[in-house]
């Protein structure tokens, strides 16, 4: 076994999703530092839980593996297809029963005459200048036989390339000096089932003819981008479309789009993992009609709008990132969309929320750090109904969760605190259900339910905040079940003229202004309360 360890059964692996658990099957390369991680990526794929997530069948599997299971290739750890050769100082193979070289080779000089093996795979040189097998790309893939590296020296390459072969093509110098360019069509486009593509830079500059194209068109297949840097002046920076799409960006840096960053659409899917996503027109990484990637580990900030838009009954996995500075949200759920963002900090997006739930959006949001929005750390309206639990919401400059025009949702096991205003605002006809969550030290009332709004809390504890830990406004309701009200700064359940509350079992001593304070006209029950 390539992690001398047996992996955890699938019981237990559902036991923790279940219960809101991260995966305890991690990467091969984290238990094994020499399995390089383009393996280690094919691997955990093919033991996803979700059967959607996994190879179709043993043949994808096998086209994934490929390279690496060449007698005598290694997959080095970015990924590279490696040779054996003895120069001095290279590393001495460590192979296994599969004879795949799991060792960390040193690099190799550009102008050093290497001794091939009888098992070698061909590497092809393409050169601008003139010194290599080819000087565009484009011949070299022409000439290509399955199986081969390309390797990229430095220079601008004014071409569309179309990979149609299970090939390696690779970076050959700096990345800033190998440039992929092209202004009448995409720069990329992937055709076929499987490619490795690293350390190139890949600039899409349709936009100076006034044209619209991508500058990375994945319509299939496994493409593997590894350190590359991306931009485009027009539409998308990559564009992932149709059920047969599935790549893996790994360590790029995708960088001033136009209008989108990373575009996942029409069933595509993908893993997106440690990525830098910054400073993209509209929204960094949009996933729509069905979309469904995994995003792990990236930075997403500086878009216009937001880090990521999901809609049009997307879904998707977003783990792990660290999402800031967007215009309005560093998360958007809309349209049905019904995505699982977990262990993410959300923070500091200038204009709005650091999740925004809104047009009958759904979703789960577990265990995130969500801070410093300008608007609240999360909104939720129109309809919207998603899940959030074991967040930690705080000093945030208006309000820790925001409920209007008829947001639903359930909040659990969160702690809300610090907030610039109200912990919870909830209004306009909105009827959350919260329980289990912590909600204290706001700078106004901790709990407000205002025009028409509706708050059920269960077991929750509010404490510390500047006015009550309740107010209920004329023509709301509120319904507290077995809450602690303690050490607020006004009362603990503030319900003005007109208002609706049924308060049951709950524990309201210690604030500084009494229990209750209950307006005319209110229809206010209260049943076995300690005072």
Request: glycine fraction near 10%; charge should be negative; proline fraction near 4%.
């Given at each position: 076994?390539?992690?001398?360890?047996?992996?955890?059964?699938?019981?237990?692996?559902?036991?923790?999703?279940?219960?809101?658990?991260?995966?305890?099957l991690?990467?091969?390369?984290?238990?094994?530092?020499?399995?390089?991680?383009?393996?280690?990526?094919?691997?955990?794929?093919a033991?996803?839980l979700?059967?959607?997530q996994?190879?179709?069948?043993?043949?994808?599997?096998r086209?994934?593996?490929?390279?690496a299971?060449?007698?005598?290739?290694?997959i080095?750890?970015?990924?590279?297809?490696?040779?054996?050769?003895?120069?001095?100082?290279?590393?001495?193979?460590?192979?296994g029963?599969?004879?795949?070289d799991?060792?960390?080779?040193?690099?190799?000089?550009?102008?050093?005459?290497?001794?091939?093996?009888?098992?070698?795979?061909?590497t092809?040189?393409?050169?601008?200048?003139?010194?290599?097998?080819y000087?565009?790309?484009?011949?070299?893939?022409?000439?290509?036989?399955?199986?081969?590296?390309?390797?990229?020296?430095?220079?601008?390459?004014?071409?569309?390339?179309?990979?149609?072969?299970?090939?390696?093509?690779?970076?050959?110098?700096?990345?800033?000096?190998i440039?992929?360019?092209?202004?009448?069509?995409?720069?990329?486009?992937?055709?076929?089932?499987?490619?490795v593509?690293?350390?190139?830079?890949?600039?899409?500059?349709?936009?100076?003819?006034?044209?619209?194209?991508?500058?990375?068109?994945?319509?299939?297949?496994?493409?593997?981008?590894?350190?590359?840097?991306?931009?485009?002046?027009?539409?998308?920076?990559?564009?992932?479309?149709?059920?047969?799409?599935?790549?893996?960006?790994?360590?790029?840096?995708?960088?001033?789009?136009?209008?989108?960053?990373?575009?996942?659409?029409?069933?595509?899917?993908?893993?997106?993992?440690?990525?830098?996503?910054?400073?993209?027109?509209?929204?960094?990484?949009?996933?729509?009609?069905?979309?469904n990637?995994?995003?792990?580990?990236?930075?997403?900030?500086?878009?216009?709008?937001?880090?990521?838009?999901?809609?049009?009954?997307?879904?998707g996995?977003?783990?792990?990132?660290?999402?800031?500075?967007?215009?309005?949200?560093?998360?958007?759920?809309?349209n049905?969309?019904?995505?699982?963002?977990?262990?993410?900090?959300?923070?500091?997006?200038?204009?709005?929320?650091?999740?925004?739930?809104?047009?009958?959006?759904?979703?789960?949001i577990?265990?995130?750090?969500?801070?410093?929005?300008?608007?609240?750390?999360?909104?939720?309206?129109?309809?919207?109904?998603?899940?959030?639990?074991?967040?930690?919401?705080?000093?945030?400059?208006?309000?820790?969760?925001?409920?209007?025009?008829?947001?639903?949702?359930?909040?659990?096991?969160?702690?809300?605190?610090?907030?610039?205003?109200?912990?919870l605002?909830?209004?306009?006809?909105?009827?959350?259900?919260?329980?289990?969550?912590?909600?204290?030290?706001?700078?106004?009332?901790?709990?407000?339910?205002?025009?028409?709004?509706?708050?059920?809390?269960?077991?929750?504890?509010?404490?510390?905040?500047?006015?009550?830990?309740v107010?209920?406004r004329?023509?709301?309701?509120?319904?507290?079940?077995?809450?602690?009200?303690?050490?607020?700064?006004?009362?603990g359940?503030?319900?003005?003229?007109?208002?609706?509350?049924?308060?049951?079992?709950?524990?309201?001593?210690?604030?500084?202004?009494?229990?209750?304070?209950?307006?005319?006209?209110?229809?206010?029950?209260?049943?076995?309360?300690?005072?």
């Amino acid at each position: 076994m390539l992690t001398g360890e047996a992996p955890p059964d699938a019981l237990a692996r559902a036991a923790a999703a279940l219960g809101g658990h991260a995966d305890p099957l991690r990467p091969a390369n984290e238990r094994n530092a020499q399995v390089p991680p383009i393996v280690a990526v094919v691997l955990h794929q093919a033991m996803a839980l979700p059967m959607a997530q996994r190879f179709a069948n043993a043949t994808s599997m096998r086209a994934a593996l490929r390279m690496a299971l060449q007698s005598g290739l290694s997959i080095n750890s970015s990924g590279q297809t490696t040779l054996q050769v003895s120069f001095p100082g290279e590393h001495v193979a460590l192979t296994g029963e599969t004879g795949v070289d799991v060792g960390e080779p040193n690099p190799i000089a550009p102008n050093v005459t290497r001794k091939q093996s009888s098992t070698e795979v061909s590497t092809l040189i393409v050169f601008k200048q003139g010194q290599g097998d080819y000087k565009t790309i484009g011949e070299a893939i022409a000439n290509a036989k399955p199986g081969m590296r390309i390797l990229v020296r430095p220079g601008l390459y004014n071409e569309c390339v179309t990979v149609d072969k299970k090939i390696d093509i690779i970076g050959d110098g700096p990345i800033e000096e190998i440039i992929i360019e092209h202004t009448d069509a995409a720069c990329l486009v992937m055709q076929t089932d499987y490619a490795v593509i690293r350390g190139i830079t890949i600039r899409g500059r349709s936009g100076l003819k006034g044209d619209e194209h991508t500058a990375v068109d994945i319509p299939l297949g496994r493409l593997v981008l590894e350190q590359c840097t991306i931009t485009s002046d027009s539409l998308a920076c990559v564009s992932i479309h149709g059920m047969s799409s599935n790549p893996v960006l790994w360590r790029c840096r995708i960088q001033d789009g136009k209008t989108v960053g990373i575009l996942i659409q029409d069933h595509g899917q993908g893993i997106i993992e440690e990525c830098e996503i910054i400073n993209n027109g509209v929204v960094g990484v949009a996933i729509r009609q069905v979309g469904n990637p995994v995003i792990r580990r990236c930075k997403i900030h500086h878009s216009e709008i937001d880090g990521i838009d999901i809609s049009d009954k997307g879904a998707g996995t977003i783990e792990g990132c660290d999402i800031f500075n967007n215009g309005r949200a560093g998360v958007a759920i809309r349209n049905r969309s019904n995505p699982l963002v977990r262990l993410c900090k959300i923070h500091h997006q200038s204009n709005g929320y650091g999740v925004y739930v809104h047009q009958k959006g759904e979703g789960t949001i577990e265990g995130c750090d969500i801070f410093c929005n300008a608007n609240a750390g999360i909104g939720i309206a129109q309809e919207s109904n998603p899940l959030i639990r074991r967040c930690t919401i705080h000093h945030e400059e208006q309000r820790g969760i925001f409920f209007w025009d008829h947001g639903r949702g359930t909040v659990e096991d969160s702690s809300i605190f610090h907030s610039f205003r109200s912990g919870l605002s909830i209004g306009q006809g909105s009827l959350p259900l919260i329980r289990h969550c912590q909600v204290y030290d706001g700078q106004e009332s901790g709990v407000l339910i205002w025009e028409h709004g509706t708050c059920i809390l269960e077991e929750c504890e509010i404490f510390g905040n500047t006015h009550a830990g309740v107010e209920v406004r004329t023509d709301s309701s509120l319904i507290a079940r077995q809450c602690k009200i303690n050490r607020n700064q006004d009362v603990g359940v503030f319900v003005r003229s007109n208002g609706n509350a049924l308060i049951e079992d709950c524990d309201v001593t210690g604030n500084d202004r009494g229990p209750w304070y209950i307006g005319r006209n209110s229809q206010v029950q209260r049943h076995r309360n300690r005072e």
